[in-house]
């Protein structure tokens, strides 16, 4: 099975700081993703990426920053971080080899900013 | 606003009864992939329809997909208590790539 692993499940952090949320999948998979889910929301994308070094903002990539520089993981940075941004944090990934090419998540990060 | 969204918000019913849960989305679409969300979890993917099906199976799972009237249903049949969860719908307009675009979601609960 896929596994979309994410650093943390919780993290406290305060108003300005630099935080930096990973993730890792065991998949090869060319294609991750950083979403946030809110309630009323959904889950609204971040930041994507084809491949290694590439990335292209998704719907609301204000506020954030992402790094790929191996395959396997793809950081999201709040580069001065703030209140509006606590929120949960969904990372997936997926292929174009696989059938249906579905997205493969990983348990979330649920990011609380003071 | 989401080019996906769920109807009902919120839904309860008895465990063994039916489950309907609809998506309606606004521009035309490649695909579009129901995905369940357990509390506290990630989502897992259930079933994806492509834009020339009607309808698909998978086990007690059944979607169907009106591309005239952009909208879709998940029928999930003789429900479990282990159905509880989230459900959302995603589309991909998006010809050769994988972006999802994701809605608001229903939060199914089955009552033992």
């Known amino acids: 099975d896929v596994k979309v692993t994410q650093s943390s499940r919780y993290l406290v952090k305060r108003t300005g700081e630099k935080v930096f949320l990973e993730c890792v999948q065991d998949m090869d998979h060319e294609n991750m993703f950083w979403y946030r889910q809110d309630p009323g929301l959904g889950l609204r994308l971040i930041y994507f990426s084809y491949d290694v070094k590439m990335k292209e903002k998704g719907d609301i990539p204000e506020g954030y920053s992402v790094s790929r520089e191996k395959k396997e993981r793809f950081s999201l940075i709040l580069e001065s971080a703030s209140t509006n941004q606590t929120s949960m944090y969904l990372c997936a990934s997926s292929s174009p080899r696989e059938d249906n090419q579905p997205q493969h998540f990983g348990d979330g990060t649920r990011l609380s900013i003071l | 606003s989401q080019q996906g969204e769920e109807d009902p918000q919120a839904l309860s019913i008895q465990e063994g009864e039916n489950a309907t849960m609809n998506c309606s989305y606004k521009t035309s679409i490649n695909n579009l992939q129901w995905y369940r969300q357990n509390s506290g979890r990630g989502l897992v993917h259930l079933i994806l329809i492509r834009s020339n099906e009607r309808e698909k199976h998978s086990g007690r799972l059944r979607v169907t997909l009106d591309t005239s009237k952009k909208s879709s249903s998940l029928l999930i049949t003789a429900s479990r208590a282990a159905d509880t969860a989230s459900y959302f719908c995603?589309?991909?307009?998006?010809?050769?790539?994988?972006?999802?675009?994701f809605g608001t979601g229903t939060r199914l609960t089955i009552i033992p």
């Open positions: 995603a589309t991909d307009a998006n010809f050769g790539n994988e972006k999802l675009t």
